[in-house]
């Protein structure tokens, strides 16, 4: 569906907020919602938001580990390895 089907204003929010939750079971993209002309917020399914989320903090993670790898904070598999047998 097109991005422009899904933009709508703060005035439908307020009049079809129950309607929209039972779109999501159809159609579950994103609502933008607009005042005066102007997005101000996202409406989304709570399935896609936990999704969105997961991925933020897979992303956060790889690229956590890329900068501790460009700096040089790492260590071989096998001194790893060593050292969690070491403190088991």
């Known amino acids: 569906m097109s991005l422009a089907a899904q933009i709508k204003p703060i005035s439908y929010l307020k009049s079809n907020a129950a309607d929209m939750v039972k779109q999501f079971l159809l159609n579950p993209e994103s609502i933008i ?28 993670l790889l ?23 070491a403190q088991a």
């Open 33 to 60: 919602i607009t005042q005066n002309g102007e997005a101000k917020m996202v409406v989304m399914d709570i399935g896609a938001y936990e999704r969105q989320q997961e991925t933020m903090a897979l992303l956060k």
């Open 63 to 85: 690229s956590l580990g890329r900068k501790e790898l460009q700096e040089g904070h790492f260590q071989s598999a096998d001194d790893f390895f060593k050292e969690m047998d």
